[in-house]
């Protein structure tokens, strides 16, 4: 590199470049949705962990999900909500490899736990007599291990070929957090390899999982369907199509981020599909999986009543 070039020691996130009146009143809306969504989690985790009638493998990994949503958020919505307010919009160099590296690992891990929980639906539906031998609780701690180890190794891999880059150009970050691929574009060397990195893990951690629980979904409305009883086919219906339907929307949204080429405007409507992972999902989760669950509202009901006697 030239000598005459001035390294980066911080980027500037330039967020939704809105008015002001705009961004004070996103900043309102987006702290609502951030709050609701830690509260619910956190009430999630607590009820799982406080009542033992939770303690099953669906509950376990539905426990796991919600550290990784309060974590996910709360990694990148605390600075997206300061710059909204403040016309100080710089995070430092290391700071910000930290946040892609944290929000790639707990992304890659969600993927994860989601595929764990699609089998653990498979089997409960599928092969209910023998669902306590094959989802012991060995095999449950080996699979969310697992799912958090892959995740935050394939992260480590990440960061690592982002940290041989030099930053030495703009240091403008067109997004409201170090998202990876905005980052890679302030590099002034070639990023073909994080590039085929990055869609390689995005091939292992969403097409992948997503084409198995594709097939255990099948699997699963195809033993739906028989049945006998109308409103508990119905009920499993009704319960599994949303399910699928929350899935479809991370799944979907991941690989239009990753593996969708690069296009004009693309940075604008990443800012847009990405507030679903921040702020959206995490609210998501905890209401399709858990509050609309009869043994939840049960568990809150009985944690009410202890509290008010």
Avoid at 129 to 146: G, N
Avoid at 174 to 198: G, P
């Amino acid at each position: 590199m030239g000598g005459n070039r001035s390294w980066v020691t911080e980027f500037v996130l330039l967020g939704f470049q809105l008015s002001a009146q705009t961004e004070l009143l996103l900043f309102w809306v987006f702290s609502l949705l951030y709050t609701c969504s830690l509260l619910a989690n956190s009430m999630i985790f607590a009820l799982i962990c406080l009542d033992h009638r939770l303690h099953t493998p669906m509950y376990f990994f539905l426990s796991h999900l919600a550290i990784i949503d309060m974590s996910f958020a709360s990694n990148n919505v605390p600075k997206m909500l300061a710059n909204l307010v403040t016309q100080n919009r710089t995070i430092s160099f290391g700071p910000c490899i930290i946040q892609t590296f944290l929000c790639l690992a707990f992304a890659h891990t969600e993927c994860l736990i989601l595929l764990a929980m699609s089998y653990d639906r498979y089997v409960a539906i599928c092969h209910p007599l023998q669902y306590t031998v094959i989802m012991s609780w060995t095999v449950c701690k080996v699979l969310a291990t697992t799912s958090w180890s892959f995740g935050f190794v394939l992260a480590l891999m990440h960061a690592i070929l982002l940290l041989r880059l030099p930053f030495c150009g703009s240091r403008e970050v067109n997004h409201f957090f170090c998202e990876i691929l905005s980052v890679l574009k302030l590099a002034c060397a070639d990023t073909w390899l994080n590039k085929v990195v990055i869609f390689t893990a995005a091939v292992f951690v969403l097409v992948g999982p997503l084409c198995l629980m594709l097939v255990s979904y099948i699997h699963i409305f195809w033993a739906i369907l028989k049945i006998q009883s109308g409103e508990g086919r119905r009920k499993a219906f009704s319960t599994c199509s949303s399910h699928l339907c929350v899935v479809g929307l991370f799944f979907g949204i991941g690989m239009l981020l990753y593996m969708v080429p690069d296009s004009s405007q693309r940075e604008e409507k990443e800012k847009i599909l990405s507030l679903f992972y921040c702020l959206f999902n995490p609210m998501l989760n905890p209401l399709i999986y858990s509050l609309r669950n009869a043994q939840v509202k049960d568990a809150l009901c009985r944690a009410l009543q202890v509290r008010s006697s």
